[in-house]
């Protein structure tokens, strides 16, 4: 019988730049990105937790940086 892969919790952060525009709409694009991944999340003030396979994870923190 093969191992399952163990779920791992991965918090994150997402700390905008941009010099036009409003900071909280990049912080709402992350988070829409974690929402529609159908992960179990998390928000909270500084940081964003998510549980699950660790890989589709790490591809989720890629997936709201570049969003």
């Given at each position: 019988?093969?191992n ?8 994150f ?40 396979e ?5 591809q ?8």
């Open positions: 019988m093969p399952a892969t163990p779920d791992v919790m991965v918090a952060q997402v700390i905008p730049r941009v010099r036009d525009g409003n900071n909280f709409e990049v912080v709402d694009q992350a988070i829409a990105v974690v929402k529609a991944s159908g992960v179990p999340f998390q928000v909270g003030a500084m940081e964003t937790t998510m549980k699950g660790l890989d589709h994870l790490l989720i923190v890629k997936d709201a940086q570049q969003a």
